[in-house]
């Protein structure tokens, strides 16, 4: 059975997005941040490791993508999961003036949260928020998790679907020391850093427009090391190993300060 180690608590969305790549097939592995995630997998203490990258309703995960930029293992697959939050706790709704979850939980059912005028309080984790308020034992408090946080910690659902969007989505990367071999229908995953010079930025997406490879996503996040100078997260249509996208990837290799595959994995249906 494989080892697959997420951030958080038993009961959390990672594990379950885990859960649903590897059919059921894990042997979890919680951690308290994504770098000790991707470092259980770098120290052989898992096989895999599962990170979330982007949301369709709050973008990317700055935290995580961060995480990436540093490890050296390879992406090898990517997972799709439906999210949908539920408010738990032991008080009745008209109780609640407080709600904890994990800021990115927070931020997807910020409607709900402003229509019931609650305060909240950001955590680690949507499961780990769940524990929290088990333990306070305060009919005022509530948390924002799944249904399968809920029933495994034993808390009520006070109410399910609180989310600000019904077609709310995570995606997740899977991780390994391992490479994978081209499929039919693959993507590739890179982040790189520009030149601080004009036209740097259009060289680098003009090669890709010449070779006619499709780019699926680009987002840029701010270098924690430079001041006013940028990573770039790029999604192309692709394997690396493809004749045609490993050239393009020399030739910008020339005008980045840094350049990182992340991994070419088969795609993924959302469903």
């Known amino acids: 059975m494989n080892k697959v ?17 590897f059919q059921d097939q894990i042997d979890s592995v919680p951690c308290n941040s994504f770098e000790d995630t ?39 697959g990517e997972i799709y999961m439906k999210i949908e939050h539920c408010l738990i706790g032991t008080g009745k709704l008209e109780d609640i003036d407080t709600v904890y979850s994990h800021p990115q939980a927070l931020g997807q059912c910020s409607k709900f949260i402003q229509n019931k005028k609650l305060k909240t309080v950001p955590t680690y984790d949507t499961a780990g928020s769940v524990k929290i308020i088990r333990e ?7 948390s924002i998790a799944s249904k399968d946080a809920g029933i495994l910690y034993d808390m009520p659902i006070i109410k399910q679907g609180i989310e600000n969007n019904s077609n709310n989505y995570t995606r997740f ?18 982040i790189f850093s520009v030149k601080h010079e004009p036209g740097a930025l259009y ?11 499709n780019l699926t996503k680009i987002e840029s996040r701010p270098n924690k090391n430079t001041n006013w100078e940028y990573n770039f997260f790029v ?5 690396f190993s493809d ?7 020399k030739k910008i290799s020339t005008n980045t300060i840094f350049l990182k595959i992340i991994g070419s994995y088969p795609i993924s249906d959302l469903d």
């Open 5 to 21: 180690s997420f951030q958080g608590e038993y009961g959390a969305y990672s594990e379950s997005a885990a859960k649903k790549f």
């Open 235 to 239: 999604d192309v249509l692709g394997h």
């Open 173 to 190: 990367l899977i991780f390994s020391k391992e490479n994978t071999t081209p499929s039919s229908y693959d993507k590739t995953s890179l």
């Open 243 to 249: 004749e045609k996208i490993n050239l393009v990837l």
């Open 203 to 213: 060289k680098i997406l003009k090669e890709f427009n010449d070779n006619n490879i």
């Open 38 to 76: 991707l470092r259980e997998t770098e120290e052989n203490n898992s096989d895999y490791s599962i990170l979330p990258v982007e949301n369709s309703i709050e973008g990317s995960v700055g935290q995580s993508i961060d995480a990436i930029t540093k490890t050296d293992l390879q992406s090898i």
């Open 136 to 142: 306070m034992k305060m009919n005022n408090l509530a």
